[in-house]
């Protein structure tokens, strides 16, 4: 599985899955994923995935 925050791998048996009303799943890899989702753009933040693949450093 992948965080959904910051696009890093999560081994199995680790992280936290989060199932929203509609039946979609958030998963993160740690706490500090999962409180940065709540109140940050992960396109902003440096070391997440999805600011590397906007920036083209991919």
């Given amino acids: 599985m992948k965080c959904t925050f910051c696009g ?4 199995a048996g680790t992280g936290k899955a ?3 009303k509609d039946g979609s799943m ?3 890899c740690g706490t ?3 409180r ?5 753009n992960p396109l902003k933040i ?10 083209n450093k991919v």
């Fill in 8 to 11: 890093n791998n999560i081994e």
């Fill in 36 to 40: 940065n989702h709540k109140i940050r």
């Fill in 18 to 20: 989060i199932v929203r």
């Fill in 46 to 55: 440096k070391w997440t995935e999805g600011h590397r693949k906007a920036s």
């Fill in 26 to 28: 958030i998963t993160f």
């Fill in 32 to 34: 500090k994923c999962e």
